[in-house]
């Protein structure tokens, strides 16, 4: 079997509950209040199952506070949303050590950082001292206060929103900060049929009330390892490697994909080939996942952006490019 890290030579047990497999039940659950937004719920999940975080870069009232709640809700984990403003403290996220006159001792108490889904909403509109608060937590799953270090519980999976009609008195997010987020990904207005849909569901009750959970914290954890496990050929690693490479050769880019970049595209498509009941890596999970992963780390040169060009046009074009492999099914 395959270890975490290194391609193996057999197929790993697929991470499926018996009868309906728990992705699709996971994914059924979500869709019960987010209509018609199919893909984007697959794709958001991809990145919880490779324990990664999400940028949701859009507009006002399209879903993405029910998104997080319903996600929180169906893997039975603790829910907290962080609004961010200008006067918003490092301390009011990661907590801060409080004087106890009683037992003459300071006590940590913790902030919203210390949940299983933590939705930042508007996280530009945070300092850069705030918004640099999240990112140990990201990285080292981990915040230090009064230089003492306290765990994040496990599992842990951020949120974050960003509003990008809005951009007074916004601090944008700089290029070392969004590489922490593995995907960032827009909801988008539904479809006229599933607004009418969703206008008849909400009628009376937020359908959010009567979701239940469909698997516990200690399942999630026990399935994010096994997604690990996914077989992924080495055609298929090249193949990751020559896109990320061609990202950073592109006549439009200043600088290309990091190499974070192409390990978030691993792990990312081996989510996406557990969510679609598949026992390996295909080129299609990866060509699936590779605009929502590379784009917002390709950074493209000034000239270019004035014709238009961005992050998702270099790697839309890269794709086409890119030979890709015929031989990746396990022997």
Same mark, same amino acid.
Request: glycine fraction near 6%.
């Given at each position: ?41 697959e ?22 506070t ?13 829910y ?21 006159? *009683?037992?003459?001792q ?5 902030g ?6 933590l ?23 981990q ?10 519980? *496990?599992p ?9 009609i ?12 969004l ?42 954890? *026990?399935?994010?390892?096994?997604v ?19 990202t ?14 192409a ?28 605009e929502?992963?590379?784009?917002h ?35």
């Amino acid at each position: 079997m395959a270890t975490e890290g290194t391609p193996g030579q057999a197929e790993p047990a697929h991470p499926a509950a018996g009868g309906l497999p728990i992705f699709t039940r996971l994914m059924d659950n979500i869709e019960k209040v987010i209509l018609g937004k199919r893909e984007v719920i697959e794709t958001i999940l991809s990145a919880l199952l490779a324990r990664g975080y999400v940028l949701v870069e859009d507009l006002p009232g399209v879903g993405k506070t029910i998104l997080a709640r319903a996600l929180a809700l169906s893997i039975q984990g603790q829910y907290r949303r962080v609004q961010c403003t200008p006067d918003l403290l490092p301390s009011d996220v990661t907590g801060v050590s409080i004087w106890d006159p *009683k037992e003459m001792q300071f006590k940590f108490r913790p902030g919203p950082i210390f949940t299983n889904v933590l939705l930042v909403d508007e996280v530009n509109r945070a300092t850069p001292r705030t918004q640099a608060a999240f990112l140990e937590a990201m990285e080292e799953r981990q915040v230090s206060v009064d230089g003492h270090p306290y765990a994040i519980p *496990k599992p842990f999976f951020l949120i974050a929103t960003q509003n990008p009609i809005e951009m007074a008195g916004t601090f944008p997010l700089p290029e070392a900060q969004l590489d922490r987020f593995m995907m960032r990904i827009a909801i988008g207005y539904p479809a006229s049929t599933d607004e009418v849909n969703m206008m008849r569901a909400q009628r009376e009750l937020h359908p959010i009330r009567f979701l239940k959970p469909v698997m516990d914290a200690e399942h999630l954890m *026990k399935t994010q390892d096994a997604v690990r496990k996914i077989f992924i050929h080495d055609s298929v690693l090249s193949y990751i490697q020559r896109i990320v490479d061609e990202t950073r050769r592109h006549p439009h880019a200043a600088f290309g994909s990091s190499p974070r970049g192409a390990l978030h595209l691993l792990h990312a498509s081996q989510a996406l080939a557990a969510i679609r009941r598949k026992s390996f890596v295909t080129p299609d999970h990866v060509k699936t996942l590779a605009e929502p992963v590379l784009a917002h780390r390709v950074l493209v040169k000034p000239h270019s952006r004035v014709q238009g060009v961005d992050g998702k046009r270099v790697v839309e074009e890269v794709l086409r490019t890119v030979e890709v492999p015929v031989d990746f099914e396990p022997r």
